[in-house]
């Protein structure tokens, strides 16, 4: 995403909130093909947690991922690597963050559909 987001913790929980809206639209989309395709309510979890994960971490998941296996041996390199990168010092934060949060909106999501649906 191109937004303007802020540096260190403030930045991690802003792209947090942004996975949590993720996963809630994410869950609210396989459920309604869930719904359709008269699935169990673990196959629309497991797919909203998957795609809101993809979806809402994906590209920060992948720097950290190319950061740890990727030999930067040349300073020139790594600063290439570097500046493609939002906030490097806090990657490892911004991930978790948003992981948790898609996480959490796809359980926040479930949690309001089966109470809409007793």
Known sequence: MNLPLHFGWIGAFEAGLIALLVGVLAY????????????????????????????????????LFYLGVVKLESPVYARIALARI?????????????????????????????RRGR
């Open 28 to 63: 609210a989309l396989f459920h309604a093909i869930g719904v359709r395709q008269r699935w169990t309510p673990g196959h629309a979890i497991g797919w909203a947690c998957l795609s809101a994960v993809v979806i809402g971490a994906g590209i920060d998941i992948w720097h």
């Open 86 to 114: 939002h906030d490097p010092n806090g990657l490892g934060t911004r991930v978790l963050m948003e992981m948790v949060g898609a996480l959490c909106g796809v359980a926040l999501a479930w949690i309001v559909a089966e």
